[in-house]
């Protein structure tokens, strides 16, 4: 595809003294009105080297490049040069090089032979695994995807929460109150009830909270009997997370989550000491970290157990040295900002030279429309529920709309799941969000609906056009200047920044700047097939506007593949 920016930043170095291509091409812009053209070149940085008046200036580089066959046409406007592509070359050349590319079309090699780590998800065991989970699940699984269609190798990596002071408290309460049946029938709802439980009573009698850290202590000492109910509460919570990975079509290349590093961190801890970066603080471990304005870390407890940060350094140090990664990618609750910062930090100041490479993002809170969720109190929606409640209401809406389709139950699954993860992907991850129902099932708004719906829109024209209509389509043989009206262009520059798009993403960690663009793909879309016949009688026209629509359902498609989702040929 050709690069419009450097092409036009050639041209104009023939036409520009005293500035490099590379200079020229960091000042053109992309008017946002459409009548101010496609790209534009304002000039008055240049005043003061060529020592005349802007709008003169911009007027001499307007005549010197009109004639260029890339331009349609090129006009001066006060002190800007506003440049229109010749439209029939930028679409011929765009809507070729997608149908080309097919499922590849965005698709780049700039991390050739190297290695990112995202991690994402990272649940605890043996508490429910609720709506808040959905954040880190979904949109690190966008950005495993980002990387790995960007060329990175990537490692996805589900650090669990399988370890910690918490199993103290399990145990102490299965022991105490529970019941094996129970927790066999009905795994994390079962253990959520003893660790509610357990929170109640310690209210009243604090010694608990002292026999669940004895407890935790001989767990790490590797005691038969702890160790015994520790592996199976893992096992049964993992059972119940798989199921809800598959309903997301989510995977993951390691489970290697907390425990994995209880026997590597003596080594840090060492290596604190011989940096000389402990302190000792009422007989814990201490990082003191106030030359860089945060709170002290704590490394041992008192009875000598580690902690969650001691194990994120292991952490760190055992990928490095496993998978030499490029990047290692913590998605991750922003809640978690100091924690990170902390043990960044800590690996730093330990000589580790790229520390710096691991890079948290954060993302913001989800609340439910009736108020926030609290694991304690044990007011929790599960998300197993929520996918299921999507999947059951998207149903009706199929029967109630009549929606075609082979299967009710594939499609709904396929709806329904796509909608609450496309949510999950539409806003800033930043920000704190409400799941609504509402939002999320709306076959209207920008929501994953519409997305879908658009999609299957686009199959089924091409299904009425036919095979002969869509291979002559696809081999590229267009009469281009019949997709150059006003909306089919405006689709078509959409298509063109698909792969500049997913780059961006990439580079700021932010799936939705995907979302949003997909979205914007398939209003276009929308409009060209409402402005627009495309299934018209004249064979040459039919074939130019049917290639213009493989090209926007296929670059609708590796969209909502890079966030997860399915794209359905009917709807
Ligand atoms: N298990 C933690 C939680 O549920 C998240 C783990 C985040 N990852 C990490 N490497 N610290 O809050």
């Keep these: 595809m050709i690069n419009y920016k450097e092409k036009i930043a050639e041209i104009l170095s023939e036409a520009v003294e005293g500035l490099t291509a590379e200079e020229l091409r960091n000042m053109i812009e992309i008017p946002s009105d459409k009548k101010m053209g496609d790209y534009a070149f304002p000039c008055f940085k240049l005043a ?103 060329g990175y190798d990537t490692v996805r990596i589900n650090h669990l929460g399988d370890y910690g002071t918490q199993f103290g408290k399990m145990i102490c309460a299965y022991r105490r109150w529970g019941n094996k049946e129970d927790v066999i029938n009905e795994p994390i709802k079962t253990l959520l009830s003893y660790y509610t439980k357990f929170h109640v009573e310690a209210e009243k009698d604090p010694s608990l909270d002292q026999e669940a850290r ?49 026997d590597k961190m003596p080594r840090f801890v060492q290596e ?55 990047k290692n990618i913590y998605v991750v609750a922003s809640q978690q900002n100091l924690h990170f910062q902390q043990w960044i930090q800590i690996v730093e100041l330990l000589g580790y030279d790229w520390a710096r490479d691991c890079v948290h993002v954060p993302f913001g809170l989800v609340s439910l429309e009736d108020g926030t969720m609290s694991t304690r109190q044990g ?19 199929i029967k109630e709309k009549n929606v075609n389709t082979d299967s009710i139950d594939e499609t709904a699954h396929m709806v329904g799941i796509g909608a609450v993860m496309f949510q999950e992907l539409s806003n800033n991850r930043i920000k704190d969000y409400v799941f609504s129902w509402d939002k999320v099932l709306n076959f209207e708004g920008e929501t994953g609906p519409y997305v879908q719906y658009t999609h299957a829109r686009a199959a089924s024209v091409l299904r009425k056009a036919g095979d002969e209509i869509v291979a002559k389509a696809s081999s590229g043989d267009i009469d281009a200047a019949y997709i150059t009206g006003d909306s ?32 914007d793909i398939a209003q276009a879309f929308n409009r060209f097939y409402h402005d627009e016949h495309v299934l018209v009688e004249d064979e040459a026209e039919k074939t130019a506007k049917v290639a213009l629509v493989i090209a926007a359902k296929n670059t609708i498609k590796n969209g909502l593949g890079l966030l997860g989702i399915q794209a359905p040929e009917k709807m």
Excluded: C
Aim: hydrophobic share 40%; glycine share 6%.
């Design 48 to 150: 003061k080297v060529l020592r005349k008046a802007p709008p003169m200036i911009a007027k001499g580089i307007a005549e010197k490049i009109s004639e260029d066959p890339v331009f349609e046409k090129v006009e001066q406007v006060n002190a800007y040069v506003n440049m229109f592509l010749s439209r029939d070359m930028y679409v011929k050349d765009t809507v070729r090089e997608v149908i080309e590319k097919g499922d590849d079309y965005g698709r780049a090699d700039a991390g050739k032979g190297k290695t990112v780590i995202v991690e994402y998800s990272s649940p605890n065991i043996a508490k429910p695994f609720h709506i808040g989970h959905i954040r880190s699940t979904v949109i690190g699984n966008s950005i495993y995807k980002i990387y790995d269609f960007l």
């Design 379 to 397: 007011r929790v929606v599960f998300l197993e529920d929520v996918l299921n409640r999507a999947v059951e209401q998207t149903r009706e809406i």
């Design 214 to 262: 004895d407890i935790f202590a001989k767990l790490e000492k590797g005691e038969p009997e702890e160790v015994e109910l520790w592996q199976w509460f893992r096992d049964e919570s993992l059972k119940e997370f798989t199921r809800v990975y598959k309903m997301l079509g989510i995977e993951f290349d390691s489970y290697a989550g907390e425990s994995f590093y209880s």
């Design 272 to 326: 604190l000491k011989d940096a000389e970066l402990l302190e000792e603080s009422q007989g814990a471990q201490i990082v003191n970290l106030e030359e860089y304005g945060m709170s002290p870390a704590l490394i041992t407890k008192s009875d000598g157990s580690t902690l969650y940060i001691t194990r994120d350094i292991a952490a760190a140090v055992y990928r490095k040295e496993t998978y030499d990664f490029y």
């Design 488 to 519: 089919a262009y405006e689709l078509i520059r959409l298509i063109y920044d698909f792969p500049a798009v997913v780059m961006e993403a990439g580079d700021k960690y932010e799936p939705s700047i995907v979302t949003r663009h997909i979205v």
